[in-house]
């Protein structure tokens, strides 16, 4: 039990362009998902964290009005990057929690987005 | 403020036993996960400790130390596949991860 998916897995987009990344919890319901950056050799970044039917709470420095979070139901939240730059470029993971009585995060298997 | 502390690199021998160390300070305590991720892949769980001791899993254990605010991941038997980073992380008071850099685990044959 506890899988959740990401998609897509990677994507290329151009400069400009916006991107929407679905995370989903599987088996579970996930009632708080958290939005993660990891650039090459560095740890994960939280974005934001989400829960089902509310405003995500982002952390310092991470633009809301550019990564919109939507966390519409238990199962799914959606992290759109609106006029993607080459700067944006990075490896977005996302996480499910709800499941486990010692608050384990699940982890989706990240999507790798390059903006040319 | 709230930090996480581990090396940034170790290098092990296949067979040998690693101990990978970290200290953590966080506003409240709900606990200390430990995960492993390789290249390229999101973090796979390994342990979680919120309790001070020892708890194994296999060859992997896991150690807490609240007063001393330390955790040591401890792995046996090393395997080549288990070249990876190590994430520490220390949940706080309001049940937020608080994420160290990783630790790098290079195994050698």
Same mark, same amino acid.
């Given at each position: 039990?506890?899988?959740?998916?990401?998609?897509?897995?990677?994507?290329?987009?151009?400069?400009?362009?916006?991107?929407?990344?679905?995370?989903?919890?599987?088996?579970?319901?996930?009632?708080?998902?958290?939005?993660?950056?990891? *650039?090459?050799?560095? #740890?994960?970044?939280?974005? +934001?964290?989400? /829960? @089902?039917?509310?405003?995500?709470?982002?952390?310092?420095?991470?633009?809301?009005?550019?990564?919109?979070?939507?966390?519409?139901?238990?199962?799914?939240?959606?992290?759109?990057?609106?006029?993607?730059?080459?700067?944006?470029?990075? *490896?977005?993971?996302? #996480?499910?929690?709800?499941? +486990?009585?010692? /608050? @384990?995060?699940?982890?989706?298997?990240?999507?790798?987005?390059?903006?040319? | 403020?709230?930090?996480?502390?581990?090396?940034?690199?170790?290098?092990?021998?296949?067979?040998?036993?690693?101990?990978?160390?970290?200290?953590?300070?966080?506003?409240?305590?709900?606990?200390?996960?430990?995960?492993?991720?390789?290249?390229?892949?999101?973090?796979?769980?390994?342990?979680?400790?919120?309790?001070?001791?020892?708890?194994?899993?296999?060859?992997?254990?896991?150690?807490?130390?609240?007063?001393?605010?330390?955790?040591?991941?401890?792995?046996?038997?090393?395997?080549?596949?288990?070249?990876?980073?190590?994430?520490?992380?220390?949940?706080?008071?309001?049940?937020?991860?608080?994420?160290?850099?990783?630790?790098?685990?290079?195994?050698?044959?």
């Amino acid at each position: 039990g506890a899988v959740v998916s990401q998609h897509p897995s990677w994507v290329i987009c151009k400069s400009g362009t916006s991107v929407k990344i679905e995370c989903r919890s599987l088996d579970f319901q996930a009632t708080t998902m958290f939005w993660y950056r990891q *650039f090459p050799k560095q #740890s994960l970044m939280l974005m +934001a964290t989400s /829960n @089902e039917g509310s405003k995500a709470t982002y952390e310092q420095g991470v633009e809301k009005d550019k990564f919109l979070i939507n966390h519409a139901s238990l199962t799914l939240s959606t992290l759109t990057v609106t006029s993607a730059h080459p700067e944006d470029s990075s *490896f977005y993971i996302c #996480s499910a929690q709800g499941l +486990a009585e010692n /608050n @384990e995060q699940f982890f989706g298997p990240g999507t790798r987005l390059t903006v040319l | 403020g709230q930090n996480i502390d581990q090396p940034t690199e170790m290098t092990a021998t296949e067979g040998a036993i690693v101990q990978i160390n970290c200290t953590y300070q966080t506003s409240g305590f709900n606990g200390l996960f430990w995960y492993q991720q390789h290249a390229g892949e999101a973090p796979t769980f390994l342990s979680y400790n919120v309790l001070d001791g020892l708890e194994e899993k296999g060859r992997f254990s896991s150690f807490l130390s609240r007063s001393k605010g330390y955790s040591y991941l401890l792995l046996k038997e090393l395997q080549m596949k288990d070249s990876a980073s190590y994430l520490c992380a220390a949940m706080d008071s309001n049940y937020q991860l608080i994420w160290g850099a990783g630790t790098k685990l290079i195994i050698k044959p």
